[in-house]
């Protein structure tokens, strides 16, 4: 709990956490600091990484786009060849992300481009070719799709393509990405599904601004291309104490949020609340669900993951974690069919088999129409997994 | 065209004289004038006319009257062995037929080697597939060529991955290949950007772009083009309007006057040229080179080439050709016999040189071939190498480990897999060690 939100009184109903108070948001400086497998990335004329004691580091109050804002600040301070682009970055993007960039680094550097999806893809990756960085938004990742020949026959393959001659591993691209709550079908997909096939991409969905800094910092000097999906509720709701120097976060390593023994639920991005919420209820039920959940389950163990990096993605941690559990849940957004879920239980039956208690379950959106991630208007509360769809997984999980 | 409808306008206006003074006052970021003619504009017109196409060789190799051969001519010279060497490659490796896939496309040699020689040795390339010719003229050198298109050890250039000419080289400024077309266009104006963005390079290199007329009906040309413009970049585009893509005819590819007519619709410096002309693709390009980098906007160059006689495949073309030489003069627009005619009336040519240079490039493709042929392939392990930088993934080493399971119990009784590791480096005992 943040001692912010601790001065304040509880709400009526007691503390349920929400993206707002959520104890996995570090909102101390000190826990801010402490954020597991942080790395600091000194210039070598401050000083070493272990030479800079933690307690002169500071840290500023930032919300999700702050902090990305932060992060592409630090690449460009620190890369010359550093530019940041797409539509509507100059005057600061949609969502905030690159607000004031231009003015701090010219319009040689953060640029708009027309409204060409695959041409901004292509565009960084010519850039990124010649070795340089390129740091490219897409406005929202549900118009992806147009890039979707670039950044799988283009930006995946070149490296292969080319006998290792070329990369693009200079290139970056940003997205927002999953649902707010009022987007409709096109401005609130989870595609990163899509792009699970497409070896030489690497796909980073980080949780909160501390993590969207360290990932993006590590995502932009990856030598690899990497596609960084920014959830977009996240980027004002989730407030955290953000380290003020550079640091990255590791890719293709997930993070344990809470320790736990009979029952794992991996997640990445939004639904990591959600699935905070879903944990709480099952201990503490509100009085409307209380006849709904079992006894029996009330005191389980929930070990929650992040995965954050989907792409490759960190099959050990998760092994590890099942075999301890002996029981998976799975939660994204994104619709089933196709989905990461898929892609996951897969492997994890192969290694837990004789471990495994109960099937993997998955709780995501629903596939309600031909178009796999569509996320329907007035319908949303009944897609997108909440606490409750969460919830019952966990006690199917636990049940079965 | 656009020189026409404003001769146009300005003849209105002249007509119109009230209205002659009047912009449009609230159009942001427009000087349009006003007009009261309802006249609608197109870039095919009523009269027929079209986009002039700039030559200097008439069809038997003479300059036309008012033209200018663009010098030094040491460059000519070079160029003719280099438009010579592409049909020798290409009858040699369509005769090998190896995938079926192997063809240069006879009829281009002048838009590919008039550019390269027009261009700097360091301009970055970003090619389709049909610019063998800017390799050759860079001095990729034919044991490259052959290594790449038969997929051998000495491969550099995809390690047998890709197929045939599908070439690459980051020492020759030129980026790999890939097969879908249009995509190297909006990449052009990235790698253009990076160069003005480069202290080194900037007002110094521009990227060159190739592609066909069939290629810029995919949305990546509008990308390319819009990108190059709005975000200005030296980025040099050439389409190489051949007629043709594979089979459909340009006229059901678009319906206006080419490629050209579209380039001042992006703002961009346009040309259009005879690409069977050397000598006029050598000086449109060199033009549109110079004024890419010095100004540092893209220009577009809309080379016209036509499918000539050579592309049937005769077995025994060289003789076939030496036979038919007279025939061949008579051919309209073949951009060789017209660069042929073009140094043979400057006495810089002769028949014995011809025959010499036919002889000296047949035996230097065929030994190359020899030995590209007897190169076994990379090692089976580069199947899965180059995916990622850095860690090789959990995921493609478990993959990498299966296949060796496989390859250790089958891969020596198995006859269709122990025939295929023989033609590996190492025969793949690196997978059953």
């Known amino acids: ?400 | 065209m656009f020189r026409h409808l404003g001769r146009r306008a300005a003849s209105c206006t002249a007509r119109k004289r009230t209205y002659s003074d009047f912009k449009h006052g609230n159009l942001p970021h427009s000087h349009s004038p006003i007009t009261t003619d309802l006249e609608f504009f197109n870039s095919v017109r009523p009269d027929g006319q079209q986009i002039p196409t700039y030559r200097v060789l008439d069809s038997v190799g003479q300059p036309i009257d008012g033209s200018t051969v663009p010098e030094p001519f040491s460059y000519i010279c070079s160029s003719y062995e280099t438009m010579m060497l592409l049909p020798t490659l290409d009858t040699l490796l369509y005769s090998v037929q190896r995938q079926g896939k192997i063809s240069f496309y006879h009829g281009e040699e002048a838009t590919v080697v008039g550019s390269a020689a027009a261009l700097s040795p360091t301009d970055e390339v970003l090619g389709q597939y049909r610019e063998m010719g800017v390799l050759l003229w860079r001095g990729f050198d034919l044991d490259s060529i052959m290594s790449q298109c038969l997929g051998n050890k000495e491969d550099k250039a995809t390690k047998g991955r890709q197929m045939p000419v599908h070439f690459g080289s980051p020492q020759h400024h030129f980026h790999t290949i890939s097969s879908p077309l249009a995509t190297q266009i909006p990449q052009a104006a990235g790698v253009g950007y990076a160069l003005k963005r480069d202290p080194e390079r900037r007002g110094k290199d521009c990227a060159v772009c190739y592609f066909g007329e069939g290629a810029a009906s995919e949305g990546d040309f509008h990308a390319g083009m819009l990108l190059a413009s709005t975000i200005p970049s030296p980025t040099l585009f050439i389409v190489r309007n051949n007629g043709f893509a594979i089979s459909t005819p340009s006229s059901e590819q678009y319906y206006g006057d080419g490629i050209a007519a579209r380039g001042p619709g992006y703002g961009i410096d346009t040309i259009r040229v005879d690409g069977n002309d050397i000598l006029a693709v050598l000086g449109a390009v060199r033009e549109a080179r110079r004024r890419c980098v010095q100004q540092g906007r893209a220009v577009l160059v809309e080379s016209m080439t036509y499918r000539v006689g050579h592309h049937s495949t005769s077995d025994d073309s060289f003789a076939y050709r030496a036979r038919q030489e007279v025939e061949d003069r008579k051919k309209v627009d073949n951009p060789v016999s017209r660069l042929r005619l073009f140094l043979e009336s400057r006495k810089w040519w002769s028949d014995d040189e011809e025959t010499e240079l036919k002889a000296r490039l047949k035996s230097e493709i065929l030994t190359a071939f020899k030995r590209a042929e007897n190169l076994s392939r990379w090692e089976l392990k580069e199947l899965f190498s180059d995916v990622y930088a850095g860690d090789e993934p959990w995921n493609l080493r478990e993959q990498r480990e299966e296949l060796g399971e496989l390859l250790k119990k089958y891969g020596t009784v198995w006859e269709p897999w122990k025939k295929e590791r023989e033609k590996f480096n190492g025969s793949g005992d690196e997978f059953l060690s």
């Open chain 1, 1 to 400: 709990m943040s001692t912010e939100a601790a001065i304040e009184p509880p709400p009526a109903g007691g503390h349920v956490p929400s993206i707002a108070t959520s104890t996995l948001l570090r909102s101390t400086r000190e826990a801010a600091l402490k954020t597991p497998s942080i790395r600091w990335c000194d210039d070598p004329q401050v000083g070493s990484s272990s030479s800079v004691l933690v307690d002169s580091r500071e840290t500023r109050k930032m919300n999700t786009y702050q902090a990305v804002r932060d992060a592409m600040s630090i690449a460009l301070n620190k890369d010359e060849t550093a530019v940041v682009f797409g539509e509507d970055v100059a005057f600061g993007g949609v969502f905030r992300c690159t607000m004031g960039l231009a003015e701090e680094f010219g319009r040689e550097r953060v640029f708009n481009t027309p409204l060409t999806e695959q041409g901004i893809a292509g565009f960084g990756i010519g850039l990124a070719a010649m070795g340089q960085t390129a740091i490219a938004e897409i406005q929202f990742s549900d118009y992806i799709y147009p890039a979707f020949d670039q950044l799988v026959n283009e930006a995946a393959k070149l490296r292969y393509r080319s006998g290792g001659q070329y990369n693009v591993g200079g290139l970056t691209i940003r997205t927002p990405t999953m649902a707010v709550g009022h987007g409709g079908l096109y401005h609130s997909q989870s595609p990163e599904g899509f792009f699970l096939g497409a070896a030489g991409l690497k796909i980073v969905i980080p949780r909160s601004p501390i993590q969207a800094k360290g990932l993006l910092l590590a995502s932009i000097r990856d030598p690899n291309p990497v596609i960084f999906m920014e959830p977009k509720i996240l980027y004002r709701s989730a407030i955290e104490q953000v380290p003020l120097d550079d640091y990255e976060l590791p890719l293709s390593q997930a993070e344990i949020l809470t320790s736990g023994s009979d029952l794992t639920i991996l997640t990445y991005g939004t639904p990591v609340y959600t699935c905070e919420t879903a944990i709480h209820h099952l201990s503490q039920p509100p009085p409307s669900l209380d006849a709904l959940i079992p006894q029996s389950v009330r005191s389980a163990s929930v070990e929650l993951i992040d995965l954050r990096t989907i792409l490759p993605w960190d099959v050990d941690t998760v092994v590890k974690s099942v075999q301890k559990t002996g029981r998976l849940l799975i939660v994204h957004e994104a619709g089933r069919t196709g989905g990461v879920a898929g892609e996951i239980a897969t492997e994890i039956q192969k290694r837990c088999f004789l471990r495994l208690e109960a099937p993997v379950h998955r709780v995501t959106g629903w596939e309600d129409s031909e178009i796999s991630t569509p996320v329907a208007l007035q319908y949303e509360k009944f897609y997108i997994p909440d606490a409750v769809r969460v919830l019952d997984g966990i006690i199917k999980a636990l049940t079965y």
